[in-house]
């Protein structure tokens, strides 16, 4: 594994268990069992780090969630399975969820990492509209739009807040439901 990935890594795991003000090289260092001074050597500065994790924090993602944003066509009956499969797997994985959150507020703080984080999200954003738009959706942007938003805010709900965690089932009927409001049909058989 590269040093890169390491130190990013224990920088995932530190964001999620201490929060953004846990987050510092000397804990990176100590988390990753580095030497001191390595994460320093790899990121001089915080926003360095913080784009370092960003960016593996979304490599992980983009591999974890592969198969549910991975098809080259979509079909209607798969969309509702794919998109819980997806949450699903966001949800087991508390660590990368919590991290996320935090980078996402910090980034509305700094601009730098801003730009990096919207680039981020336009890597599982612009699929959902290109599935909505393959299903017939007459507003596709709007509808994954509301689509993520469902997702987003489930998953908070589940990990942050005082929501219980659907299993993979429930997401499904959700999603389902969902997607029959916005393409005004059931997208594929019910369970």
């Not at 990935?5 to 530190?14: H, P, S």
Request: hydrophobic share 45%; proline share 6%.
């Amino acid at each position: 594994m590269k040093r890169s990935d390491v130190v990013a890594d224990a920088a995932i795991t530190l964001l999620a268990e201490r929060g953004m003000r846990g987050l510092t090289h000397r804990a990176v260092d100590e988390a990753a069992g580095l030497p001191p001074g390595s994460t320093s050597n790899l990121a001089r500065t915080r926003a360095a780090l913080l784009e370092l994790t960003l960016a593996r924090l979304t490599e992980l993602e983009v591999r974890a969630l592969a198969g549910a944003y991975g098809a080259e066509s979509y079909e209607p009956a798969e969309l509702a399975a794919r998109m819980a499969d997806a949450l699903h797997i966001q949800l087991k994985d508390r660590r990368r969820t919590l991290a996320r959150y935090e980078l996402a507020l910090e980034a509305t703080r700094r601009p730098e990492l801003r730009t990096i984080y919207d680039q981020a999200g336009r890597r599982f954003r612009d699929p959902a509209v290109a599935m909505l738009a393959a299903l017939g959706s007459p507003e596709p942007v709007r509808h994954a739009r509301g689509l993520v938003a469902f997702g987003e805010g489930l998953m908070f709900d589940a990990i942050a807040g005082a929501g219980a965690v659907p299993d993979r089932d429930e997401l499904e009927t959700d999603l389902r439901e969902l997607l029959t409001g916005m393409l005004g049909r059931t997208p594929g058989p019910h369970p």
